[in-house]
């Protein structure tokens, strides 16, 4: 959009938050770069110019805003829509992987070479992997600074930087602004936030509007002892993560998320704030979504009732895919039942600070040698779910930011046990796709029915042409229609 000059203006104008993140106003006179939805005077349109991310502004010389703080944008919905090479690798660059596995590790998770990538991304984004990975490391280094006690020299490598004069070398340029003063300005942590060590208080913003009802009560219905839980109004699991492993609680405010995240290596903080992105889908453009849907008259008033519905994700896509096995043609009640005890079993025990969280959900590596006797399910399931994990094991399937959705929708059905229901549900929340959709699903099937949609899956289908690419957040929508606890936040705290 960043080349669509006159829209450009408009929105900058017109304070459109819609487009925070989707590009960048950098202004000639000054050389400063801000979102769309700044609150100062907006600057003469010929002083402006449009950059598609923070890192080609930074590359072209311009300085983040004091005042809007343009870094903390919302990510790009353009990177959760498309399936291309490059949104595939803008993925995997907010998990971090660049900083993890330099440019080859992101080449090679891609299939191209780096110099493909390179030149794809500077094309598309005004910034190579490096300069975007750089953004990247320094919004990291401002989150630590500003909510953490953490000394300096450990915040640099924490963010990724390889040493300490590069560290204050790009945050003097990004932000126009020393590490010590960055810490001087920002705000007194909250007292319960500094009474535990090692817990990181951050807002993670959304583009509004956000309906919580199905998106936190999906996670809590569904959560399993131990792993999951809803304490305090908030959402929280353990994560494991590249470096060790973290406890994260979620809670919605009015215009943001409330993350408060226990980390054992704070090197981790990118990639965990990527997947909580990622399990709440903040990145969505709910507006275009929504207006979408509504094309449906019989979707519309769905819509309207509570616009800005997500679709829950996962911070693990293997665990989902683990857990969706073992959700086939039972209970949630059930499902949750079978996830806790090969969480008990397999899983690696964590103490957690400040609730009832024990163990890291078991990976594919411990579940490939479980005993198949052991696991109260049928026969045939037991096939399917040590075929699944023996699979993710040995890498034959991959489920991730980086992978082709229709290849891995084609490997998961060629698995015993692997039908369209089990294949959508995982395109849909382990591999993000929005336009996975269920129309055999028992819930989408009454809900169409009772709001004189088409019943029969092929008739469904063939309706649902109209909601494409959105077909997900339909799914969603039509969900929402039954009285069910993944609809509603929890009542009781547990």
Not at 15 to 27: C, H, I, P, W
Not at 34 to 45: I, L, Q
Not at 61 to 71: H, I, S, V
Not at 467 to 481: D, E, I
Request: hydrophobic share 40%.
């Amino acid at each position: 959009m960043h080349t669509e000059t006159e829209r450009c203006v408009r929105a900058v104008q017109s304070k459109d938050a819609r487009f925070d993140g989707v590009f960048f106003t950098a202004v000639r006179t000054t050389r400063i770069y801000c979102r769309p939805s700044c609150p100062v005077v907006p600057p003469k349109p010929e002083n402006m110019e449009f950059h598609p991310s923070a890192a080609s502004c930074q590359r072209a010389g311009f300085r983040a805003c004091k005042r809007c703080r343009p870094d903390t944008s919302p990510g790009s919905p353009e990177w959760h829509v498309r399936a291309d090479a490059v949104a595939r690798a803008m993925r995997l660059i907010q998990d971090g992987v660049v900083d993890r596995e330099g440019v080859p590790g992101l080449a090679r998770r891609l299939g191209w070479s780096t110099r493909q990538i390179e030149r794809q991304l500077l094309a598309e984004l005004g910034a190579g992997p490096l300069a975007l990975a750089r953004a990247q490391r320094a919004q990291t280094a401002r989150v630590l600074i500003e909510t953490t006690p953490l000394p300096m020299g450990e915040i640099a490598f924490a963010a990724g930087f390889s040493s300490i004069r590069t560290f204050n070398d790009t945050v003097r340029e990004v932000f126009a602004l020393t590490p010590g003063e960055l810490r001087a300005r920002a705000a007194r942590p909250h007292p319960r936030a500094a009474a535990t060590p090692g817990v990181i208080s951050l807002r993670l913003p959304f583009r509004a509007p956000l309906e919580p009802s199905n998106l936190f009560g999906h996670l809590a219905a569904t959560a399993v002892p131990g792993v999951e839980e809803w304490r305090d109004g908030a959402y929280r699991r353990t994560l494991s993560l590249p470096y060790g492993h973290g406890i994260v609680a979620l809670a919605p405010r009015a215009d943001h998320i409330a993350c408060r995240l226990f980390l054992t290596d704070p090197r981790d903080l990118t990639h965990a704030i990527s997947r909580c992105r990622r399990l709440l889908d903040l990145d969505a453009d709910p507006v275009a979504v929504d207006d979408r849907l509504r094309t449906d008259p019989l979707l519309a008033p769905l819509v309207d009732a509570a616009p800005g519905r997500r679709v829950p994700g996962t911070v693990d896509p293997a665990e989902f895919a683990v857990r969706a096995v073992l959700g086939q043609q039972v209970s949630t009640a059930a499902a949750r039942t079978h996830a806790a005890r090969l969480v008990t079993a397999y899983g690696t025990p964590v103490d957690d600070p400040e609730g009832g969280l024990t163990h890291l959900f078991p990976g594919p590596e411990a579940l490939a040698a479980l005993d198949p006797e052991s696991l109260a399910l049928p026969r045939s399931r037991r096939t399917t779910l040590l075929t699944l994990v023996r699979a993710l094991a040995d890498g034959s399937l991959t489920l991730g930011p980086a992978d082709d959705r229709e290849e891995s929708r084609a490997k998961l059905l060629a698995l015993p046990g692997f039908g369209p229901w089990t294949t959508e549900i995982i395109a849909m929340r382990a591999l993000g796709d929005p336009d996975a959709f269920l129309p055999g699903d028992l819930g989408v099937r009454r809900a169409a029915e009772g709001l004189g949609l088409p019943g029969t899956p092929a008739a469904l289908t063939a309706r649902a042409a109209d909601w494409r690419p959105w077909r997900a957040y339909a799914v969603q929508y039509l969900w929402a229609t039954d009285d069910h606890p993944i609809n509603h936040l929890p009542a009781e705290e547990s």
